[in-house]
T-cell receptor
Framework: DTEVTQTPKHLVMGMTNKKSLKCEQH?????MYWYKQKAKKPPELMFV???????INESVPSRFSPECPNSSLLNLHLHALQPEDSALYLC?????????????FGPGTRLTVT | KQEVTQIPAALSVPEGENLVLNCSFT??????LQWFRQDPGKGLTSLLL?????REQTSGRLNASLDKSSGRSTLYIAASQPGDSATYLC????????????????FGQGTILTVHP
């Protein structure tokens, strides 16, 4: 099974709402990633978790709060977002301490902030 | 800072044509290079991964080559089909001197491919 799942597929939220994005993989990968992708642009790395610990935060605003409750699950908590945060949010996973570090991506959550 | 460039930005070809997509990167200290396909509004599908020690990888009608010393990779698509229409992204994983246990991808801007019947 090389699948990464993400829920929900679509999310519309107001600027005062609190919502969460969820990502799950069952490939035994111990590195998980959040990316943000704006229209017609490549994905931009936001966070990396390695062995359930935050390893990289690419200077992401605090209104985005990641969480890795276990080795299979990655959440992204959203609060007080701005319209410019509307984008496709992609989750990925990979092996750790592996020569390939091949990343497997989920289908993404399309987020619209109104 | 690693920079990845893809040429051309867009390509339109008739069905059946063989085509080449180009990717270049500025820092040759890479673990690997991945080629991805992305359909509109969808996630990324990994097509091929080339390790830094490899020269090429093949999967079906796709062949990817890597010349690390010159900082270049090409994705060759044989006998293109309308179903190949998508955005193709290349991305490199940098070697981290600290020996981190994860890969950090740097993406190119992508090539939008249209194959018309």
């Amino acid at each position: 099974d090389t699948e990464v799942t993400q829920t929900p597929k679509h999310l519309v939220m107001g600027m005062t709402n609190k919502k969460s994005l969820k990502c799950e993989q069952h490939m035994g990968h111990r590195a998980m990633y959040w990316y943000k992708q704006k229209a017609k642009k490549p994905p931009e790395l936001m966070f990396v978790y390695s062995y359930e610990k935050l390893s990289i935060n690419e200077s992401v605003p605090s209104r985005f709060s990641p969480e890795c409750p276990n080795s299979s699950l990655l959440n992204l908590h959203l609060h007080a977002l701005q319209p410019e945060d509307s984008a496709l949010y992609l989750c990925a996973s990979s092996q750790v301490r592996d020569v390939s570090y091949e990343q497997y991506f989920g289908p993404g959550t399309r987020l619209t902030v109104t | 800072k690693q920079e990845v460039t893809q040429i051309p930005a867009a390509l339109s070809v008739p069905e059946g044509e063989n085509l080449v997509l180009n990717c270049s990167f500025t820092d040759s200290a890479i673990y690997n290079l991945q080629w991805f396909r992305q359909d509109p509004g969808k996630g990324l599908t990994s097509l091929l991964l080339i390790q830094s020690s490899q020269r090429e990888q093949t999967s079906g009608r796709l062949n990817a080559s890597l010349d690390k010393s010159s900082g270049r990779s090409t994705l060759y698509i044989a006998a293109s089909q309308p179903g190949d229409s998508a955005t193709y992204l290349c991305a490199v994983t940098l070697i981290n001197a600290g020996g981190t246990s994860y890969g950090k991808l740097t993406f190119g801007q992508g090539t939008i491919l249209t194959v018309h019947p």
